[in-house]
């Protein structure tokens, strides 16, 4: 039995939490930049609108009528013949696999913040120098700094729903869009801003292939933390009298607004001194510490400030990431919330270790399998194969197994959504977001190219 229940405010900002994480401050504006800013930017916006809207409805809705653990969601709402739909919920535990790398870059956020004392580097040559430093040969800082996060992120955990999870986000979320709009605002009075807005919202058709348009397609599923059961588990949590609709429109707002707010940011401090946008993964690790620089002591100020709330969005990501599990073994195994805290860090922990190695100079060939460092494995299988399943298991769930009735009762009543708006949500997610999902999965397989 679920006793806890978010606040209204709470439950708002702990899915928005969940949400901005290092989806929208770090990959999106390094994808930006990889795939050529507008055409990009635009199929992820349409994706989002379109698709990523709906889907979260849907996920919030089985975890609101549900009101427990993914599993029992999904069993208890399926009809007697359709037991069997419980095993989607095993999509929880992807959670766990996602937190094996989340993790060990939260660390390398932590390991920045601690950096950015002792100056920022001069030179990109000197800023690759640290980052590879750090991924290849500092073996024992990753761990420290890793072992970090899984604390703070236990910690929140075990404090539970209220105390922890709802706390964390109130004072986190507004905290991170602070500083980030601050710094947009600092962006403004930048020549580079006019460059960063036309780069993002220009878009470019040429640059726009078929793999930028997948990777767009599954980045807002990434982004609005979908496919996996965090906003399922939250929304078990959801005060009764919260509507799914407003509460998932807000969301997903937050969520593009911020990713948005980020790039124009980076892309401003970037082309202020002609740094070029397609940098990868590096982007924030690397170009950023070094244009800011040009920024003499403001700039130490806003690279600290940019980390720390790269820091906060990691960390409010990542309790929605954990939380699943650990509700699932408190209501399936009636384990206590101490002990399913310790067991789920504990063995994301430990493969966070191994995928940590697997990028470095000693360990790398050891935790590498089919040619793969570990680290990119964890990272593809999750985002390109399990976060896609998830998502079209919650939406035939929704579409085709729940009782429509049901459904109807609970999207298209007032403070939901009206007749229209309830027939068009149905139809992107019987046809659109199905049809969607299955062009991505065979497209990234490579049985199609688009
Ligand atoms: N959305 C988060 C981000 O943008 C990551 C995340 C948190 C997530 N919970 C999730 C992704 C659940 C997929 C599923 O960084």
């Known amino acids: 039995m679920k006793v806890q229940r978010f606040s209204k405010i709470g439950f708002i900002m702990a899915a928005a939490g969940s949400a901005v994480g290092l989806g929208n401050i770090w990959k999106f504006p390094y994808m930006t930049g990889e795939y050529g800013g507008g055409a990009f930017v635009l199929v992820y916006l349409v994706t989002i609108a379109f698709i990523g809207f709906s889907v979260m409805v849907a996920e919030m809705l089985i975890g609101a009528l549900g009101r427990k653990d993914t599993v029992s969601c999904f069993e208890e709402l399926a009809s007697p013949k359709k037991k069997w739909w419980k095993y ?13 790398f989340y993790s060990v870059v939260i660390g390398w956020i932590l390991y ?3 950096l950015i004392f002792s100056g920022l580097p001069q030179t990109t040559q000197e800023a690759k120098q640290i980052f590879n430093d750090l991924v290849s040969h500092q073996i024992l800082a990753q761990i420290f700094f890793h072992t970090v996060s899984v604390i703070i992120v236990g910690y929140v955990v075990y404090r539970g729903i209220k105390g922890g999870i709802e706390k964390i986000n109130l004072i986190l979320m507004p905290a991170l869009m602070i500083i980030l709009f601050g710094l947009l605002l600092y962006a403004f009075s930048l020549d580079g801003f006019a460059k960063a807005f036309a780069f993002m919202f220009e878009p470019k058709w040429e640059k726009l292939n078929s793999e930028a348009f997948v990777r767009a397609v599954g980045h807002s599923f990434f982004t609005l933390s979908l496919g996996m059961g965090a906003i399922m588990t939250y929304a078990a949590s959801l005060p009764k009298e919260a509507s799914i609709t407003k509460t998932a429109f807000i969301v997903t707002f937050m969520d593009t607004l911020i990713a948005l707010v980020a790039g124009l940011v980076i ?3 970037l082309f202020q001194f002609g740094a070029k946008p397609g940098q990868g993964p590096g982007l924030v690790f690397i170009s950023l510490p070094t244009i800011l620089h040009n920024f003499g002591t403001l700039g130490t100020f806003f690279a600290l400030l940019f980390f720390l709330a790269l820091a906060f969005a990691g960390l409010t990501s990542a309790v929605s990431l954990v939380e699943p599990v650990v509700q699932y073994l408190i209501d399936r195994f009636c384990m206590s919330r101490t002990k399913a805290v310790i067991l789920i860090s504990f063995i994301y922990w430990l493969i966070g270790i191994a995928a940590l190695l697997s990028y470095t100079q000693a360990w790398g060939k050891v935790f590498s399998f089919f040619g793969k460092p570990l680290f990119d494995l964890l990272e593809y299988t999750t985002d390109s194969i399990l976060l896609p399943l998830g998502g079209f298991a919650i939406v035939i769930f929704v579409g085709y197994v729940l009782q429509k009735e049901r459904v109807k009762a609970h999207i298209n009543r007032p403070g939901e959504m009206n007749d229209l708006f309830y027939k068009i949500w149905l139809f992107s997610i019987r046809y659109i977001a199905p049809v969607a999902l299955i062009f991505m ?7 199609i190219k688009l």
């Open 441 to 447: 999965m065979l497209n990234l397989m490579g049985v």
């Open 267 to 269: 892309f401003s401090f």
């Open 112 to 114: 920045y913040i601690f």
């Open 88 to 100: 989607a919920g095993f999509m929880g535990f992807n959670g766990i696999i996602i937190m094996t």
